[in-house]
């Protein structure tokens, strides 16, 4: 069975920085694209990368390149995202999505939330 | 960008009756359309892809219908659990995915 298991939320300060993960399991890692989609408080849903760990190969919302990196450690089945120096405005739940083979998310994550916050 | 638009916003239904959401895209999108379901505080979950493929293990009250740039997710007759959110998806623009800005389907 597929699953999709997030790191823990997250209480940051502005100007930090902060890397959350996601592991995956019941499948081969390397052979499917693991992206990312972020949802604000009481909104909706916005992609912002993705990526392909069997080569790296990645890309990226143009609303989101620069503002973050995604990268993974296929050795461990593990991709990542992270933010060289947090805004408040990134105070949102970020949930890690597998990509059914070019398309549509078939697997999401439980979710991390990040809260940005003096 | 292909821009995605649900309607309505909030859909108030009582339980035993069908639901009709609606997802139009900015250009033509064949039936390269994903909805999801995203109940309160969860992850969303795939419903519907392809337009109307069922997702495995969604009950066949749930159809999904349209090409083009007209899409449609029936619930024929809602259940208490159906409360949620549900969002379209286009993703013939990959990996530039759009999403809807969501439906809430209320119980009456």
């Known amino acids: 069975e597929v699953h999709l298991v997030q790191s823990g939320a997250e209480l940051k300060k502005p100007g930090e920085s902060l890397k959350i993960s996601c592991r995956g399991s019941?499948?081969?890692?390397?052979?499917?694209?693991i992206g990312w989609v972020r949802q604000k408080p009481g909104k909706g849903l916005e992609w912002m990368a993705i990526?392909?760990?069997?080569?790296?190969?990645?890309r990226y919302s143009p609303s989101f390149e620069g503002q973050v990196t995604i990268s993974a450690d296929k050795s461990i089945s593990v991709a990542y995202l992270q933010w060289s120096s947090l805004k408040a405005s990134d105070t949102a739940i970020y949930y890690c999505v597998r990509d059914s083979s070019g398309s549509f998310f078939d697997y999401w994550g439980q979710g991390t939330l990040v809260a940005v916050s003096t | 960008e292909i821009v995605m638009t649900q309607s309505p916003v909030t859909l108030s239904v009582s339980p035993g009756e069908r639901a009709t959401l609606s997802c139009r895209a900015s250009?033509?999108?064949?039936?390269?359309l994903a909805w999801y379901q995203q109940r309160p505080d969860q992850a969303p979950r795939l419903l519907i892809f392809g337009a109307s493929t069922r997702a495995t293990g969604i009950p066949a009250r749930f159809s999904g219908s349209g090409s083009g740039t007209e899409f449609t997710l029936t619930i024929s007759s809602l259940q208490s659990e159906d409360l949620a959110v549900y969002y379209c998806?286009?993703?013939?623009?990959?990996?530039?995915?759009?999403f809807g800005g969501g439906t809430k389907v209320e119980i009456k």
């Open positions: 250009q033509n999108i064949s039936n390269i």
């Open positions: 998806q286009q993703y013939t623009d990959w990996p530039f995915f759009t």
């Open positions: 990526m392909y760990p069997g080569d790296s190969e990645t």
């Open positions: 019941g499948y081969s890692f390397s052979h499917y694209w």
